[in-house]
């Protein structure tokens, strides 16, 4: 593989790693958005606090907790394939990485022995 290559290849597999982590940040926040929905239904109440006060309370955020842990459960196959894609991306990444250095300073030795 030529350095050219390996750096292009690397850039490839660089963005989609990154692509990949930023689908697995989506479900991370569209499932702690819809936990807070989930916790603000559930509590609608009439509550009286001082301006500037607090909405939430540890009741809220103890189900809070719940729903996401929940929601996570609902979706832990798509989180688990997501995990197990970046780990797999990262090794690779690795991979590339080393042989693109193992192979840059000898590709330049060699060209500058035949100069």
Do not use: Y
Not at 2 to 16: F, I, N, Y
Not at 30 to 56: D, F, L, N, V, Y
Not at 86 to 112: C, F, H, W
């Amino acid at each position: 593989m030529s350095v050219l290559g390996g750096t292009t290849l690397l850039s490839r597999m660089e963005a989609a790693h990154r692509q990949t982590r930023a689908h697995l940040e989506r479900i991370e926040r569209q499932i702690s958005a819809r936990a807070e929905r989930m916790t603000t239904t559930a509590k609608a109440k009439a509550r009286r606090h001082p301006r500037g006060g607090s909405r939430w309370t540890r009741s809220d955020e103890t189900m809070f907790r719940a729903c996401v842990d929940q929601l996570s459960f609902e979706r832990r196959g798509e989180i688990d394939a997501l995990n197990r894609k970046l780990s797999r991306q990262e090794r690779a990444i690795l991979a590339v990485r080393a042989k693109t250095i193992s192979n840059g300073p000898t590709s330049k030795a060699d060209a500058q022995a035949v100069l």
